[in-house]
Structures are given as C-alpha cells and as structure tokens.
C-alpha cells in the first residue's frame, strides 16, 4: 500500500474525508506537542493546545494554501494557540488593597511577580546549557541548519519536484 503524501490528505479531508484530516494529525501530533511544551513548558497545558490547535486546523483547512508544508501550518496554529494561552494567564485579576473586604479577613495580599521565580531560573539556565553541549555535537553543516532554522527562525520552503 502507498503512503499518501500529506498534499494528498489535506485534498481529500476538504473532500469530506475526515480519516484522511485524522491521519495528517497523526503523523504531526508529536511535533505540534514538542513545540507547545517549548513554549508552554508544561507537557499537559501543550497537549491541550494542540488539541485546540487541530480543532482549528480542521474547522479552517480552507485555509491552507500549501505555500508551506502543513506540519508547518499546523505548528504556526500551536504555536499562536500557545502564545494565547501565556498572554491569558500574565492577566492577573486587579485587587484592591483598600477594600473592606481585605481589611474584614485580614488575610495577607499576595501579589504576582512579573518576572519568573529562582526555580523557573535555574531550569531554564539548565536546559540552555544542556542545548549548548548538545548542538556541540551537531556536524557543522546540520548544526548551521538546526541553528538558522530553530534559533533565528528562518522558515523555507520546499521545492515542488519536476
């Protein structure tokens, strides 16, 4: 049996084929999750973005004009749904410190730190390291690649074949 390119399922899930959607979900899933959990940092929170995110893909499938690869589409979704999520959860709710109802339970007012804490500082600092070392490893060639296309983020695209 052929493997069927992802041009091909992306033709016949707007033709109503829903496995075919279900298939190119398949194939990416693991991607899409990788990228949520760079951002989000929380493996759970990021397999519920990318839930969201392939509900969007498919209700918006019209949308896609193949200028890119669709695991490239899709993870441009993931990662818009992920941005929103952190931009959602800086909002802090207002409180007001001269309210009656602090004074009433004398409860201390905690309020959010803008930055992140000592423990996000040191994980953070850990895994730049660990990346570091590890794209040491990389051959040169790879290495100028994996850096132009994840750190800079330079998106290409791939040429049709004649």
């Not at 041009?7 to 899933?29: I, K, M, N, P, W």
Request: aromatic share 6%.
């Amino acid at each position: 049996m052929r493997i069927q390119s992802d041009t091909e399922l992306v033709a016949q899930a707007r033709g109503g084929f829903h496995d075919a959607f279900g298939e190119l979900v398949s194939r990416h899933y693991r991607t899409c999750v990788t990228v949520a959990t760079l951002i989000l940092h929380d493996r759970s929170e990021a397999m519920d973005e990318v839930q969201t995110a392939c509900c969007k893909a498919f209700l918006h499938l019209d949308q896609y004009h193949g200028d890119a690869a669709f695991v490239t589409w899709m993870c441009r979704i993931v990662e818009n749904e992920c941005r929103m999520r952190r931009r959602a959860k800086k909002r802090a709710p207002l409180l007001h410190i001269d309210s009656a109802s602090n004074r009433e339970t004398n409860r201390a007012i905690e309020l959010p730190s803008r930055g992140t804490g000592p423990e996000q500082d040191a994980i953070n600092n850990e895994l730049r390291t660990l990346l570091e070392r590890e794209i040491r490893r990389v051959p040169g060639s790879f290495r100028d690649v994996l850096l132009l296309r994840d750190v800079q983020e330079y998106r290409w695209r791939r040429l049709p074949r004649d």
